[in-house]
């Protein structure tokens, strides 16, 4: 409950934070979007990949379809982009 209370405050503030202020650096707004970037490709790299491993009895087809997706949403951005 705690938790959640602490993960709604932090929205909370982030969205106030948006609402202020109308133009932002576009250097600033890089360097957080890459911070972004970096959070969730470490939860991805430390927790998700690791349990899918734990939880599968087949380590080899948990790697090759992280990696597969990887893949796909690397060329998806690259044509996209």
Do not use: C, H, Y
């Not at 972004?36 to 380590?59: D, H, K, R, T």
């Amino acid at each position: 409950m705690l938790a959640n209370l602490f993960t709604w405050a932090m929205t909370a503030a982030g969205v106030s934070v948006v609402l202020f202020v109308k133009n932002v650096n576009r250097e600033f707004l890089d360097s957080m979007l890459g911070f972004a970037v970096g959070a969730m490709i470490f939860v991805v790299v430390e927790e998700l990949i690791p349990e899918s491993q734990s939880i599968q009895e087949n380590i080899d087809l948990v790697t090759i379809a992280a990696v597969s997706g990887f893949s796909v949403m690397m060329m998806l951005d690259v044509a996209l982009g």
